[in-house]
Nanobody
């Protein structure tokens, strides 16, 4: 199983930025896709972004397109989520995910981290 540890969450004012990081370790899949999900209080977990092993393919939820950017550094086994122009509705626990493909990440299959809290104040 892949171990995923998120960091970088916190409290930020609306319009601000945060950068989330996810460190992967353990039994890696070798060539895998990574992604981010989020879950707000009282809501289901939802897809945010995904990136292929090479970084050549990315996928975003419509709600974050143009504001969030996913990237990865395979040499460091890290994946990042740069979040700009944050809105109060972005408040949620953000989870890192790993799966065999971008499509698999989007489907919610694969491994998960424990999450990091992001709170955006108005």
């Amino acid at each position: 199983q892949v171990r995923l540890v998120e960091s970088g969450g916190g409290l930020v004012q609306a319009g601000g930025s945060l950068r989330l990081s996810c460190a992967a370790s353990g039994r890696t899949l070798g060539i895998d896709a990574k992604g981010w999900f989020r879950q707000a209080p009282g809501k289901e977990r939802e897809f945010v972004a995904a990136i292929s092993w090479s970084g050549g393919t990315t996928s975003y939820a419509d709600s974050v397109k143009g504001r969030f950017t996913i990237s990865r550094d395979n040499a460091k086994n890290m994946v990042y989520l740069q979040m700009n122009s944050l809105k109060p509705e972005d408040t949620a626990v953000y989870y890192c995910a790993s799966a065999s493909s971008v499509a698999a990440v989007r489907s919610g299959s694969g491994d998960w981290g424990q999450g990091t809290q992001v709170t955006v104040s108005s």
